[in-house]
């Protein structure tokens, strides 16, 4: 597939047709592990994917917890509180 001076690249029917991607789409490019991904960003709010596994894979690799693990990377989101943390 080649990319046009424009940057453009044109998307073969049968995976637009399988992502169900038509005039007026919304897609997006997601980078995970030097791999490119096209996949169809949702639409309308009631617009999911097919599973949660589906969407587990569509946003894997989409942010940095900054080598945290998942319940450090909660706390330092909520940030101190005083409540709990003035002991």
């Known amino acids: 597939m080649r990319v046009t001076e424009k940057g453009q690249v044109t998307i073969p029917k049968p995976i637009r047709d399988r992502l169900g991607i038509e005039p007026g ?14 996949q169809k960003r949702p639409t309308d709010i ?3 994917p097919a599973s949660f596994d589906e969407w587990a894979e569509s946003v894997a690799d989409t942010f940095d917890t900054k080598g945290m693990d998942g319940m450090e990377f909660i706390d330092w989101l909520r940030g101190p509180r005083d409540d709990i943390d003035s002991r």
Not at 25 to 38: G, I, Q, Y
């Open 46 to 48: 009631g617009e999911s």
């Open 25 to 38: 789409s919304e897609v997006e490019f997601v980078e995970r592990n030097s791999v490119v991904v096209l």
